[in-house]
């Protein structure tokens, strides 16, 4: 019988997000996900955002709305482009960030400790090429 390789992936995923999800709460995994994102880049537009987060547009339109309800974020036109608007951290989204990546960083480490360095360089190899197979 043939193992399914992408079985595995999807279990190792599955796994990952239960435990970020439990990890962030009371953020979802996306929201943690944007939060972060503009951390590392101010004044990113919804667009930007879905890029970096893995979402679609229409995604990130609803975390964002959720976002800037809980007070978390807030948007702005874009001084230049009256139809683009910038989105910020506000102070209680970078106090909700700085909580959930405490968490969530334990999980990454965890992850990294149960490899060596040479492992994970395989592992993210591996991971590229399986991803380059897929697209193929």
Known sequence: MFAAIGLDVKRAEQALIAAKHAAVKPLTVPQYAALFALSTTPGASSAALARACLVTPQA?????????????????????????????????????????????????????????????????????????????
Not at 80 to 106: F, M, N, P, R, S
């Open 60 to 136: 990130m339109a609803v975390v964002l709305k959720n976002l800037v309800d809980l007070g978390y974020v807030e948007r702005t036109p874009h001084p230049l482009h009256a139809h683009v608007l910038e989105t910020h951290l506000t102070i209680a989204g970078k106090h909700a960030l700085a909580t959930a990546d405490t968490a969530a960083v334990a999980i990454e480490r965890r992850i990294a400790a149960a490899f060596t360095a040479a492992e994970r360089d395989t592992l993210r190899a591996l991971l590229a090429r399986f991803v380059a197979a897929i697209e193929e």
